[in-house]
């Protein structure tokens, strides 16, 4: 292996490595703010934290980041167009969205199949994106639904698990 990785390559071998997907939410200043991450995962049962990247050219993170309290909800499989909803224009990311406001202003979205309530408790600067580790607060398993899989920049679901 090179020195020199080629980006598009790095892309498509990064895109090899299938993820689920997350929705992160919070009110901001009476106003609802949120992206979707395929990069949120499990740190540590104890103390009980999580982390996520976000690119640092993210116009939504710095304002999300303000948020007392971030809601992280684990997206189903038949969510890949709200996931789609939720990465375009910020003005549009909740219409028609159910969800819930707790009252530390996270937002869990309704048909998720589980939510965590989250603060930011570290962020650690890597490359082009941030790392966000998160200090998990309640969690909630909705569903044993299937989890939506983002795989080569597509959208898949599990076929089976044995």
Do not use: N
Not at 21 to 44: E, I, K, N, P, Y
Not at 76 to 104: K, M, S, Y
């Amino acid at each position: 292996m090179s020195e020199q990785i080629d980006s598009r390559m790095l892309r498509d071998a990064f895109g090899a490595f299938p993820t689920g997907v997350v929705a992160v939410a919070a009110q901001v200043d009476g106003r609802l703010v949120g992206l979707a991450a395929s990069s949120f995962t499990s740190v540590s049962l104890e103390p009980p934290l999580a982390s996520l990247s976000v690119a640092k050219g993210s116009a939504t993170w710095p304002v999300l980041r303000r948020a007392e309290h971030l809601g992280v909800t684990v997206l189903a499989e038949d969510h890949g167009a709200l996931c789609r909803q939720l990465a375009g224009p910020a003005q549009e990311r909740f219409t028609g969205v159910a969800f819930e406001i707790t009252d530390r202003g996270a937002v869990m979205l309704a048909e998720g199949i589980a939510q965590y309530d989250c603060t930011v408790r570290e962020e650690l600067e890597a490359g082009d994106h941030v790392i966000v580790l998160l200090k998990l607060h309640a969690v909630v398993v909705h569903s044993r639904r299937q989890p939506l899989i983002f795989h080569r920049s597509g959208f898949g679901r599990i076929a089976s698990l044995a």
